[in-house]
């Protein structure tokens, strides 16, 4: 069975992982939040972004990066962190069944001691070298749907249909 986890190292923006919580409501994604986090979980930007999608996430809490470490082995060898600071783009991965994708703080992405033990698994999203980085949930959603995309879409229902009759005809 495929999975992906997204991992938010200490989110700060309500907004973004709100949006975030909805992706991976949409998705069937894991969402994996390592504290602290720049506010409260029952804040209602947060609630407001995720809109009525809470109840269909699975959600994760850890007190710090080691803590996320421990209870997830398997993770190792199917991270990817997501930088500014990589050399290679996240489009160049293969991504395995079970994939893990992190992201840091929106002030100041992942701290560049766990880039630098995980080089090998540091990818970028290509953009503009005049523009310091893309929004997280932005970021956070190129990355899934990359993912679903090298696995055909896997679980998502792939077509929509008009509800009016003089639409469709």
């Known amino acids: ?13 309500p907004q973004n992982t709100g949006n975030i919580a909805r992706t991976c409501a949409a998705t069937g994604a ?3 939040i390592i504290r602290p986090m720049g506010f409260e979980i029952d804040d209602k930007k947060l609630k407001r972004a995720g809109l009525d999608y809470w109840d269909k996430l699975d959600i994760h809490y850890y007190d710090d990066y080691e803590d996320f470490l421990r209870k997830h082995p398997q993770a190792i060898g199917s991270l990817y ?5 990589a050399p290679r783009a996240y489009t160049e991965i293969s991504y395995p069944n ?3 994708i992190m992201f ?3 002030t100041k992405g992942i701290p560049e001691e766990i880039l630098c033990h995980n080089h090998d698994f540091c990818v970028r999203i290509p953009m503009r070298d005049t523009i310091r980085s893309l929004n997280l949930s932005n970021s956070v959603a190129i990355a899934v749907f990359e993912i679903l995309r090298q696995w055909d879409f896997c679980g998502l229902k792939e077509e929509g249909h008009l509800t009016h009759e003089e639409w469709s005809s």
């Open 98 to 100: 079970e994939t893990f």
């Open 1 to 13: 069975m495929k999975k992906i986890n997204i991992v938010l190292h200490e989110p700060e923006i």
């Open 30 to 32: 894991s969402l994996h």
């Open 81 to 85: 962190y997501f930088t500014t600071k």
């Open 104 to 106: 840091g703080k929106e």
